[in-house]
């Protein structure tokens, strides 16, 4: 079983410095290595800020953490309309998507020195044209599907895919979303939020899927952060932790193996 732990909103818009420093010395702590999805548009934030946090997200690099990319300015419609359901119509169109990544990843490689592989849309909204701009602008993996909505935790869930495993689509792969269980943590409470992710990882083991978990670390308290310890150590010795591109990329070069 493989598990991914991934983060949302990783910019000084949605940070502080010294929340992104406490979340990396989180994940030394729990010895998990990570995928942040940034945000790379930041004309309005003191280029001073944006500095140091640059210099934080090449520490996280160098601590073995992959940047990937989480659109390009964090619009609700950036990739996909009528939210929460992203069905495949024609706007955005493909042309206007591949410029808003070409923009992300060109921004991402003058900021921090990293090219991204992979891309998650601003709240899961996407289209068909996502996929095809992603393929042409050679990424490797999206995670923009999920497997609930709404993906925190709620009691009145529904599933939204058939299966849990990711997939190859427009020549990419989708790795599909299990929950974000940290964002609605001080409602639903934590033993209930609990459950429920562990409800999750038993149902996509069954399956063979990746269990993918989500978290918007700009919510994260004390509380959050224990509920991740808890929620990692619990599945720790029945999961391997990798990366969403160490993911994709097996999946990718068992794909060409099987095309030889």
Not at 38 to 43: A, G, H, K, N
Not at 122 to 142: G, Q, V
Request: charged residues 25%; glycine residues 4%; proline residues 5%.
């Amino acid at each position: 079983m493989i598990t991914s732990v991934t983060f949302d909103d990783i910019s000084p818009a949605y940070l502080t410095i010294l929340e992104l420093k406490r979340l990396i010395n989180f994940l030394d702590e729990v010895n998990v290595a990570c995928t942040f999805f940034v945000v790379p548009y930041e004309e309005e934030c003191r280029s001073s800020d944006v500095e140091e946090f640059a210099s934080c997200l090449r520490v996280a690099l160098d601590k073995g953490h992959e940047l990937a990319l989480h659109g390009y300015r964090h619009t609700k419609n950036e990739f996909g309309v009528f939210y929460p359901i992203p069905l495949p119509i024609p706007f955005p169109t493909f042309k206007r998507q591949k410029d808003r990544i070409r923009k992300g990843k060109e921004r991402l490689l003058n900021l921090i020195g990293v090219t991204p592989e992979g891309f998650r849309a601003p709240y899961y909204l996407h289209n068909s044209n996502t996929w095809k701009a992603l393929a042409s602008s050679n990424f490797k993996y999206d995670s923009s599907v999920t497997i609930f909505k709404p993906t925190h935790c709620s009691r009145f869930r529904v599933q939204w895919v058939r299966s849990f495993r990711p997939f190859l689509t427009n020549g990419i792969v989708e790795i599909p979303v299990a929950g974000d269980y940290t964002y609605n943590l001080g409602s639903c409470g934590f033993s209930d939020s609990l459950k429920m992710a562990m409800r999750d990882f038993e149902l996509v083991k069954s399956s063979g899927g990746i269990f993918v978990i989500n978290n918007h670390p700009n919510l994260f308290q004390e509380s959050e952060f224990q509920f991740l310890r808890t929620l990692i150590n619990k599945i720790r010795t029945r999961s391997t932790f990798l990366r969403l591109i160490d993911v994709a990329q097996s999946l990718l070069d068992k794909s060409r193996e099987n095309c030889r």
